[in-house]
């Protein structure tokens, strides 16, 4: 998962610190999570298997919890499965329990969200009992609220406009993305060709970005992209989604309900689970 530009950014400074017995250091194991997206599908669950198991095994401390944390960011990245998903929520909620973070105002800090979106939308479980952490929980429980409610009209690339209500009766996927995030670039042609073949079917795919039309065109310019690209350049529309991170997909059954929600890079099979929980049924 990347964050959009306008989020804040935490810069984590590791330093090395001598191994103890059967340990890892944190620079090392940095490191082996800032290679996880150089790693091919079959190998990159594996590693990040290997990575939780050795955050799990650091000593408390902060090192420990930001270690954690990236690799929560990176796990659900495609399709690693329930094991690397669960490890992951594993090494940060102990990270979390032995190194509780203190907030400044409601919001939770990022890890307590980031642990909260494995439990809300990845299917893994935790013990952690943190008032923060089930802040968190309310949180995306509350925006998942105002999403399902949210309604919009945008120009795209066209300049036709697009109204979420006005779709009724049809299946709706709506993926926000950026031409700077790797993440999204990589979900692009599994979307089209969903889109291709299903598009027939009722299905409409509107693919968000807060980015100007001048970067996005050279962006698209000699790639074979059919799905709608609408503009949101006040994010007006990012904001009432919630999105601090991409990409991110939603998406809406024919009768303008919120049917399913993916936090970040959807492998094909993927995307046909989250339409399936919709109604549309990949043949």
Excluded at 102 to 115: A, I, K, N, S
Excluded at 138 to 167: H, P, V, Y
Aim: net charge negative; glycine share 6%; charged share 20%.
């Amino acid at each position: 998962m990347t964050p959009t530009r306008s989020a804040a950014f935490l810069a984590v400074f590791l330093l090395a610190v001598p191994h103890l017995h059967g340990q890892q250091s944190p620079t090392t194991i940095a490191g082996e999570i800032g290679k996880l997206r150089s790693l091919s599908d079959q190998d990159r669950p594996s590693a990040t298997i290997k990575a939780a198991n050795e955050i799990a095994a650091l000593p408390a401390g902060m090192d420990k919890v930001q270690l954690a944390d990236q690799a929560s960011q990176r796990v659900t990245e495609g399709d690693q499965g329930h094991a690397a998903l669960q490890a992951v929520a594993d090494a940060l909620s102990k990270a979390l329990a032995q190194t509780p973070l203190r907030t400044r105002g409601d919001e939770p800090p990022q890890p307590y969200m980031d642990l909260a979106r494995l439990v809300r939308y990845e299917n893994v479980s935790v013990s952690l009992d943190d008032p923060l952490f089930k802040r968190a929980l309310d949180i995306l429980a509350a925006n998942e609220a105002d999403i399902a409610k949210a309604d919009f009209t945008l120009k795209d690339l066209n300049n036709r406009s697009w109204t979420l209500s006005q779709l009724r009766g049809k299946i709706v996927l709506i993926n926000f993305w950026a031409t700077w995030c790797p993440p999204c670039r990589t979900e692009m042609p599994n979307l089209d060709n969903i889109y291709a073949h299903y598009a027939g079917e009722g299905l409409v795919i509107l693919s968000i970005t807060d980015e100007d039309a001048l970067t996005v065109e050279s962006f698209l310019r000699g790639m074979d992209y059919h799905p709608p690209v609408l503009l949101d350049p006040g994010d007006i529309v990012h904001q009432q989604f919630h999105i601090t991170e991409i990409p991110q997909t939603f998406v809406f059954d024919r009768d303008g309900k919120l049917a399913a929600i993916a936090i970040d890079q959807s492998t094909q099979k993927q995307f046909f689970g989250l339409l399936a929980r919709a109604g549309l049924q990949p043949q």
